[in-house]
């Protein structure tokens, strides 16, 4: 089984700054099968990215996503105040399956 | 746009069975996609539990496979989740979501089953 591993686990940072967010593969994951979700409290979560770097339908253009060997980045270029959340990483395979990493809770600081 | 909803009870007693339906509404059910269950335990992350094509295929996680089943009825353009000998560690929110290009592009609001006596 693939585990992916989140950091940091919590990110304080303010409206304006630049936020990146990491997911680490324990073995080698094809970026056509990694995504990120956004969830904010009480509400299910939502598609941002998939195949590691393609923006869902209505994403705005600030939320980018890249891969580096078995390091997959989002980065939020610049935070709006709707911008805090949990986001999760996601990757799907090996056998038919997916597998989320823990979740990394961006805060305002 | 897909809009799914998931319905079913609340409230499940231990040892009892869990079963929830996604109604889909927007899209075929018949279409490309995948039909899928996740569910996220209070204040935890996110755990795939299965899913299921028009056809009747179905994939489960392996943690689960023993007690899952999902099902599809494309009459009423829904699919099902039954999960058996529940137990506390089964209560969480539970959603229904649609998958294609392995991703989850579409989420139900989600409904929150509580495994208690």
């Known amino acids: 089984e693939i585990v992916l591993t989140q950091s940091p686990g919590t990110l304080s940072l303010s409206p304006g700054e630049r936020a990146t967010l990491s997911c680490r593969a324990s073995q080698s994951v094809s970026s056509t099968y990694l995504a990120w979700y956004q969830q904010k409290p009480g509400q299910a979560p939502r598609l941002l990215i998939y195949?590691?770097?393609s923006r869902a339908t209505g994403i705005p253009d600030r939320f980018s996503g890249s891969v580096s060997g078995t390091d997959f980045t989002l980065t939020i270029s610049r935070l709006e105040p709707e911008d805090f959340a949990v986001y999760y990483c996601?990757?799907?395979?090996?056998?038919?399956?997916?597998?989320f990493g823990q979740g990394t809770k961006l805060e305002i600081k | 746009q897909v809009h799914l909803q998931e319905s079913g009870p609340g409230l499940v007693k231990p040892s009892g069975t869990l079963s929830l339906t996604c109604a889909v509404s927007?899209?075929?059910?018949?279409?490309?996609?995948?039909w899928t269950w996740v569910r996220q335990p209070p204040g935890k992350g996110l755990e795939w539990i299965g899913e299921i094509f028009h056809s009747g295929t179905t994939n489960y996680n392996p943690s689960l496979k023993s007690r899952v089943t999902i099902s599809v009825d494309k009459s009423k353009s829904q699919f099902s989740l039954k999960l058996t000998s529940v137990t506390a560690a089964d209560t969480a929110v539970y959603y229904c979501?649609?998958?294609?290009?392995?991703?989850?592009?579409?989420w139900g609001q989600g409904t929150l089953v509580t495994v208690s006596s």
């Open positions: 927007g899209d075929s059910i018949s279409s490309g996609n995948w």
């Open positions: 996601q990757q799907y395979g090996p056998s038919p399956m997916y597998t």
């Open positions: 195949g590691a770097s």
């Open positions: 979501a649609s998958s294609g290009i392995y991703a989850l592009f579409h």
